[in-house]
Nanobody, 123 residues
């Protein structure tokens, strides 16, 4: 399984970005997917997760109401729409494939990771 994340970039505070994560393989639709981020000097932080069918979504308190996770199983792709970005959202964002179908909020619940995409937010 390979995950390829893209869509990061430089945006002003208050702006929006849409991240995408494309997965190889035929089992994408059987597993939950998640987005995590890591800022310099900090550990990996949970951002959002979605169940195998998109029926359940979860967000960290810091992004709830601003970010939206979604997936298109026909395209083997998971998305993260990020609105009202803040400087504290700046980080490398990575997508992960869950070990099971239901979404989990802990990074240990994911077994495959993409390479990450940089998000920079200017104030």
């Amino acid at each position: 399984v390979q995950l390829q994340a893209c869509g990061g970039g430089l945006v002003q505070a208050g702006g929006s970005l849409r991240l995408s994560c494309a997965a190889s393989g035929r089992t994408f639709s059987s597993y939950a997917m998640g987005w995590f981020r890591q800022a310099p000097g900090k550990g990996r932080e949970f951002v959002a997760a979605i169940s195998w069918d998109g029926g359940s979504t979860y967000y960290s308190d810091s992004v709830k109401g601003r970010f939206t996770i979604s997936r298109d199983n026909a395209k083997n792709t998971v998305y993260l729409q990020m609105n009202s970005l803040k400087p504290e959202d700046a980080a490398v964002y990575s997508c992960g494939r869950g070990r099971v179908a239901y979404a989990v909020l802990n990074e240990y619940g994911y077994d495959y990771w993409g390479q990450g995409t940089q998000v920079t937010v200017s104030s």
